[in-house]
């Protein structure tokens, strides 16, 4: 049993492409999708027309739910380029996503957490705005009532995979459109992959376990940044050119 994990796509519909056809290169037939498809700078409305034909178990991350949960005027910096280029289709389908699914009663996906569609699941931050791995009893906490073996993750855009004592998996590709972003909340900090390349991960089932395969792909960055740029958001262009926040 071999599938892919996809995340974080955040409109950035060049590197979905890519993505899309390092996956058919492989062989692969089955994707899942675990959230944030659309918001950001990009493109996406032709991000989405390129989802919806892959009929892909999907979960609604935070910044989907944030393109239909409030009016256009308190949406955020993201999701106002998205919203005006979704259809009253792409819109639908959004509110059609679950928070929570299970995949062929093997991995449990979720957005974030569980609990929570904006709470990174093993990642914390220090006051100077670093990700650290959380402690491993933290970890599991939020993993208690999962009876899936493998339990799939997105939200922090960092390609992360943390066994649990219990053998369980916890596994989150990275992001495919974003990789890096900052915020001030809690307090400020970055989250950034170090290059631009579109990331997502293989999940095979193995004698051993599922075994994870996490992937970068090249694709035509520098386009991406320049629709970025149009926008005038100078964070997105510097994590689109070179994987880092300036």
Same mark, same amino acid.
């Given at each position: 049993?071999?599938?892919?994990?996809?995340?974080?796509?955040?409109?950035?519909?060049?590197?979905?492409?890519?993505?899309?056809?390092?996956?058919?290169?492989?062989?692969?037939?089955?994707?899942?999708?675990?959230?944030?498809?659309?918001?950001?700078?990009?493109?996406?409305?032709?991000?989405?027309?390129?989802?919806?034909?892959?009929?892909?178990?999907?979960?609604?991350?935070?910044?989907?739910?944030?393109?239909?949960?409030? !009016?256009?005027?308190?949406? *955020?910096?993201?999701?106002?380029?998205?919203?005006? #280029? +979704? $259809?009253?289709?792409? /819109?639908?389908?959004?509110?059609?996503?679950?928070?929570?699914?299970?995949?062929?009663?093997?991995?449990?996906?979720?957005?974030?957490?569980?609990?929570?569609?904006?709470?990174?699941?093993?990642?914390?931050?220090?006051?100077?705005?670093?990700?650290?791995?959380?402690?491993?009893?933290?970890?599991?906490?939020?993993?208690?009532?999962?009876?899936? !073996?493998?339990?799939?993750? *997105?939200?922090?855009?960092?390609?992360?995979?943390? #066994? +649990? $004592?219990?053998?369980? /998996?916890?596994?989150?590709?990275?992001?495919?459109?974003?990789?890096?972003?900052?915020?001030?909340?809690?307090?400020?900090?970055?989250?950034?992959?170090?290059?631009?390349?579109?990331?997502?991960?293989?999940?095979?089932?193995?004698?051993?376990?599922?075994?994870?395969?996490?992937?970068?792909?090249?694709?035509?960055?520098?386009?991406?940044?320049?629709?970025?740029?149009?926008? *005038?958001?100078?964070?997105?262009?510097?994590?689109?050119?070179?994987?880092?926040?300036?």
């Amino acid at each position: 049993m071999i599938f892919a994990a996809i995340a974080d796509i955040h409109g950035n519909h060049l590197a979905l492409e890519a993505v899309l056809e390092d996956i058919r290169r492989q062989g692969i037939s089955e994707i899942v999708n675990l959230g944030d498809s659309f918001s950001g700078p990009l493109k996406a409305g032709e991000t989405a027309d390129l989802l919806l034909p892959l009929d892909a178990l999907t979960v609604r991350g935070n910044h989907d739910r944030a393109l239909v949960d409030r !009016p256009y005027d308190e949406m *955020g910096d993201w999701e106002q380029p998205a919203f005006r #280029q +979704l $259809s009253a289709a792409h /819109l639908d389908w959004i509110r059609s996503m679950p928070f929570s699914a299970v995949y062929r009663e093997e991995a449990y996906l979720c957005h974030a957490t569980p609990r929570d569609d904006n709470t990174y699941w093993m990642e914390t931050l220090s006051p100077g705005g670093i990700f650290h791995l959380k402690a491993l009893e933290e970890i599991e906490a939020l993993a208690s009532g999962i009876e899936q !073996p493998l339990i799939l993750c *997105g939200h922090s855009h960092i390609a992360r995979a943390v #066994q +649990l $004592s219990d053998g369980r /998996l916890i596994v989150n590709p990275g992001s495919v459109g974003c990789p890096g972003f900052d915020y001030d909340q809690p307090f400020y900090h970055k989250a950034q992959q170090g290059t631009p390349f579109a990331a997502y991960a293989v999940l095979e089932k193995t004698g051993r376990g599922w075994q994870p395969a996490f992937r970068q792909v090249r694709y035509d960055n520098v386009a991406a940044a320049d629709l970025a740029a149009a926008h *005038g958001m100078a964070d997105w262009v510097s994590a689109l050119s070179g994987g880092w926040i300036a």
